[in-house]
């Protein structure tokens, strides 16, 4: 359910009867929806970062070599206060862990053509779109075409943190205050229809929300910093569902 | 400054990579454990619900913006659910009302 979020927005039968399921041209029309949609998003990750101190091509480098919307927010929130790398790298493992269920799910789905190379490569473009399209394909899949999956995504999210980054000091304030907002307004958008479709989330949520904001505002807490207090919040919550509604089926991604 | 830069960058990639990584190249089986499974499952949720409150209400220049954007964003998730219109319509929310306070 999660995992097949906006597949039906993303993914395009028409693509399937015009061009051949598994060529590299197929993957890549199917990533132009979540190219575009990157595009913004990361725009909205330029302008922040730059804004927290960090130099143009530093946030450039973040964003062609992570490709992860929130762990590159959490990221750069530790980077600018000066946090240690362990705090650093614990909040990506954190953070990042769904993409090793998501991982995980594909490697049972691609086809023989799949060797160790395409592996090491293509597993750098899983995203939760790319696994959404990826893992809803009624096909297995081929290297070709997850090599053309993850290529608009890949160039949007790059693009679109350049230009942040660079118009951030050109925009009007106005804009620049405006767009800071998308990347939340990505996060909303990935979670609140799963949650209205089923209401057992707000388990995970509502836990997850209470602590960050017990972390934010007591100050007995204050000195636990924003890094670790994503963390802590996302442990315990996820630890409430987990104990509370354990999922049923035995391959979460046919959910 | 560069340097330490780099040594930050380096270790988030770094992290990220291999938890993406791993699974594809190396794990045959599948995570038996139904604990482990519903921990992973709901991770997700915890962590952008975590990261969004209460941070988005410094996100814009003003609280009565960034509610706003909060607001008109779930509003829109509930309706249609597209990553970008739910995006755009949350810088929407926030550009409206910061014109607004301009003008009051």
């Known amino acids: 359910m999660w995992y097949n979020l906006n597949v039906d927005n993303i993914y395009s039968e028409r693509s399937i009867e015009i061009l051949k399921p598994n060529t590299y041209a197929s993957g890549l029309r199917d990533g132009v929806p979540i190219g575009l949609g990157y595009l913004s998003v990361s725009f909205s990750f330029g302008i922040m970062a730059v804004s927290s101190g960090i130099p143009l091509v530093w946030t450039l480098l973040i964003s062609m070599t992570n490709l992860t919307s929130a762990g590159q927010l959490a990221g750069i929130g530790i980077i600018a206060a000066g946090g240690s790398l362990t705090e650093l790298a614990l909040s990506q493992l954190i953070i990042n862990s769904r993409y090793f269920l998501m991982s995980l799910s594909l490697s049972q789905r691609v086809d023989s053509r799949f060797h160790l190379l395409h592996r090491l490569v293509t597993s750098f473009g899983v995203t939760d779109e790319v696994f959404a399209v990826a893992a809803s394909r009624p096909h297995e899949i081929s290297p070709r075409y997850m090599y053309g999956l993850i290529t608009m995504p890949y160039l949007g999210w790059s693009l679109g943190t350049l230009l942040g980054a660079a118009a951030g000091s050109i925009l009007p304030a106005l804009v620049t205050d405006a767009l800071g907002i998308a990347l939340y307004g990505m996060f909303i958008a990935i979670v609140v229809p799963p949650v209205r479709a089923n209401l057992r989330l707000l388990a995970v949520v509502v836990p997850a929300i209470a602590i960050s904001c017990a972390i934010a505002y007591i100050p007995a807490l204050s000195f636990i910093s924003g890094g670790f207090s994503i963390i802590i919040s996302t442990v315990i919550a996820a630890l409430i569902g987990a104990l509370t509604f354990p999922i049923e089926t035995e391959d979460p991604a046919d959910e | ?104």
């Open chain 2, 1 to 104: 400054m560069n340097n330490s830069y780099l040594i930050y960058i380096l270790v988030m990639a770094g992290v990220t990579y291999l938890i993406r990584m791993i699974p594809l190249a190396a794990v045959k089986g599948k995570i038996r454990s139904r604990f482990v499974q519903s921990f992973i499952y709901y991770v997700p949720y915890a962590v952008l619900s975590a990261m969004t409150i209460p941070a988005i209400f410094t996100a814009a220049p003003s609280l009565l913006a960034s509610l706003a954007g909060l607001g008109v964003g779930i509003a829109v998730a509930l309706v249609s659910g597209k990553l970008l219109t739910v995006a755009l319509s949350a810088c929407g929310a926030v550009l409206a009302t910061q014109l607004l306070l301009m003008l009051l």
